[in-house]
């Protein structure tokens, strides 16, 4: 528990994956993008349950090896590409709370994909969640300013074009607004934001900032831009 709320982390890891095959069971520095996950948790004193929602017998098998509970398969509806987040964490919840014999005020989405993580990311997205009346709260990243909307182009028909007309007014970086982008490193969620507003992020969400830089993979190189990192952080002699 965290300030008297009971709380579980769920880590969703279907076995299909287009981008990159296998991507969850991936390995960096020798342990699986699940296997990085587990960790993190296991470096966690305050969560009362901690689980993978995945829809593969062999992915259950990696989480159980790295500490994570595997009670329930994903059923197929919520396995495909085109399954919603939401529908997926609250049958994640739903059985949790039947293996646990408990229920969940609190519900972390902690995504594989995102290794860089850490145990204080996780308890400052989660106090940052409690000293609030928020529904949720969402870890981002600043966006580099080479992304900016104001800073990207068109090609249409050979021509080029600012993909927002307001681009062409800024001269310097120095203009543009600071923007952020989901790094999927944790989703914090009240579990009356799962179940009465059928959301991760409303309208009352906030934002958890993380300077240093993290990696939500979706590329092959990302893999090896991962690990260079956790190498670089000492992540392997941990």
Known sequence: MLKDHTILAVVPARSGSKGIPHKNLRPLLGISLIGWAGLCLAGIDWLDGKIISTDSPVLADDGKRYGLEAPFLRPADLASDTSGAVETVIHAMTEAEKYYQTSFEVILIIEPTSPLRTPDDLKGATLALLDSDADSVV???????????????????????YYST????????????????????????????????????????KGFVIDREVINIDREIELEWAEALMRARGFGER
């Open 139 to 161: 870890a981002v990243s600043p966006l580099d300013p080479k992304w900016h909307p104001h800073k990207v182009l068109t090609v249409s028909g050979g021509r080029l074009g």
């Open 166 to 205: 307001a681009g062409s007014s800024i001269v310097s970086r120095q203009e543009l607004s600071q923007l952020y982008w989901r790094n999927g490193v944790c989703y914090a969620l009240r579990r009356r934001c799962l179940l009465e507003k059928h959301a991760i992020i409303t309208g009352n969400t």
